[in-house]
């Protein structure tokens, strides 16, 4: 295994573990490392060349993955601050009356 495959799986394997625990803080440390990883890997002489597009292929899956899962974070923290926004809202209207 060359080294630019083996870089390029530990970072996808780092980014997934990030993913499952929802560490948004080291998935995007870990987003900046995939891009040079990637950008690395593209440089070097590729004697395997089918081994780094599958693994190439398999970020892209990840990476969907990813954009998925921001998504439903970015929707969940909405819901979240509408809902405190329409509490503190129901508290105000009560310390008019109260």
């Given at each position: 295994?060359?080294a630019?495959?083996?870089?390029?799986?530990?970072?996808?394997?780092?980014?997934?573990?990030?993913?499952?625990?929802?560490?948004?803080?080291?998935?995007?440390?870990?987003?900046?490392?995939?891009?040079?990883?990637?950008?690395?890997?593209?440089?070097?002489?590729?004697?395997?060349?089918?081994?780094?597009?599958?693994?190439?292929?398999?970020?892209?899956?990840?990476?969907?993955?990813?954009?998925?899962?921001?998504q439903a974070?970015?929707?969940?923290?909405?819901?979240?601050?509408?809902?405190?926004?329409?509490?503190?809202?129901?508290?105000?209207?009560?310390?008019?009356?109260?």
């Amino acid at each position: 295994m060359s080294a630019a495959v083996k870089r390029l799986e530990e970072t996808g394997n780092a980014l997934r573990d990030a993913m499952a625990q929802q560490d948004w803080t080291a998935i995007s440390v870990l987003d900046v490392q995939c891009r040079q990883v990637v950008e690395a890997a593209m440089v070097e002489a590729r004697e395997d060349d089918s081994t780094i597009r599958q693994r190439l292929q398999d970020l892209v899956t990840l990476y969907q993955e990813l954009v998925a899962a921001c998504q439903a974070e970015k929707r969940r923290v909405a819901d979240e601050l509408i809902q405190l926004n329409q509490s503190q809202q129901g508290a105000n209207i009560y310390k008019l009356f109260g």
